[in-house]
């Protein structure tokens, strides 16, 4: 049986709960923020948009020297798996809005990837929108750069030894696929964030106050311009990927394994997974749910 690992051994935080070692995620960058009034124009994507549901299925991967020749496999579920040679698989999640959003996460991996999955985490986290070109599938970043295009592995006889071995590959991809809550749009007279304004520092949650009692750390949020994020409730590390329309403020983040230590904490990672649209307003960032209710506020760390 391979050893599984996780996006925590690349980050270099490692919590033991319960005797099992629970692994983190965490990249960041830091200070600032401010608002703009007209957003910049959105980088013009490749091809046409994909159907959230028909993305459901087995792909091979091409044009990445990382995962070149691997195997896809994006689950109804919200996961998904890359199957490669000797029992190398990654392990993660993926979400698609009708308007071509994206996010692409990759959490772990089996002992034989771990070479790969530094790479392998980069690429995914800087996938901001899935577009159909021709007969295939293009990975995109948010300024349209192509990461990766994908054509259809329908052949099972063809895969990778690794999913012809996977007993519960087939059934899963039979499951009914449930796609993302949709976004009200903006409240009128909100304004996107740009790109910048969301890398440019930490963020932290608005009412909190930095010295609450019962935090080992203040809960923040960190946004990577590669499409990653890090950040704490307070008491448990937390990470993932996020992708933003910079026009109309959609919005879609994931988020992977955390501790689970329990004290006074804001669940930063429950704001931004939960989000469909962000403004800023007053220097603050603020998320808003599928149903237009905001459901949370960031402001820049002091």
């Known amino acids: 049986m391979s050893t599984?690992?996780?996006?925590?051994?690349?980050?270099?935080?490692?919590?033991?709960?319960?005797?099992t070692a629970v692994v983190l995620m965490g990249i960041g960058l830091a200070r600032g923020a401010a608002e703009s009034s007209s957003p910049p124009p959105r980088a013009v994507q490749p091809g046409g948009p994909v159907e959230p549901e028909s993305v459901v299925g087995t792909w091979w991967v091409e044009g990445d020297p990382t995962l070149d020749g691997r195997m896809v496999a994006f689950l109804p579920s919200g996961e998904l798996t890359v199957y490669g040679d000797q029992g190398c698989e990654f392990y993660g999640t993926w979400q698609l809005t009708e308007s071509g959003l994206a996010t692409v996460g990759i959490d772990s991996w089996t002992t034989s990837c771990k070479d790969d999955a530094g790479q392998a985490m980069q690429i995914a986290d800087s996938v901001a929108a899935i577009r159909m070109v021709g007969d295939a599938m293009a990975l995109t970043t948010s300024d349209a750069d192509v990461v990766a295009t994908l054509t259809a592995a329908p052949d099972s006889a063809a895969w990778p030894e690794s999913a012809q071995r996977d007993e519960d590959l087939t059934e899963a991809l039979a499951e009914p696929y449930v796609p993302p809550k949709g976004t009200f749009g903006l409240p009128e007279g909100m304004v996107p964030p740009t790109p910048e304004q969301l890398t440019s520092g930490r963020w932290v949650p608005a009412a909190s106050g930095s010295n609450?009692?019962?935090?080992?750390?203040?809960?923040?949020?960190?946004?990577?311009?590669?499409?990653?994020?890090?950040?704490s409730d307070g008491c448990n590390g937390q990470g993932g990927s996020w992708s933003l329309d910079s026009q109309t403020g959609e919005w879609l983040a994931s988020?992977?394994?955390?501790?689970?230590?329990?004290?006074?904490?804001?669940d930063v990672a429950g704001i931004l997974t939960s989000a469909r649209t962000v403004a800023i307003e007053e220097g603050q960032l603020v998320f808003y749910d599928a149903k237009g209710q905001e459901n949370g506020r960031l402001a820049p760390a002091e």
Request: charged content about 10%.
């Open 4 to 19: 599984r690992f996780g996006r925590g051994e690349v980050a270099a935080i490692v919590t033991v709960i319960l005797g």
């Open 255 to 266: 988020a992977g394994p955390q501790t689970l230590i329990g004290c006074n904490n804001v």
């Open 212 to 231: 609450a009692p019962g935090w080992p750390d203040e809960p923040y949020a960190q946004f990577v311009s590669s499409g990653s994020w890090s950040g």
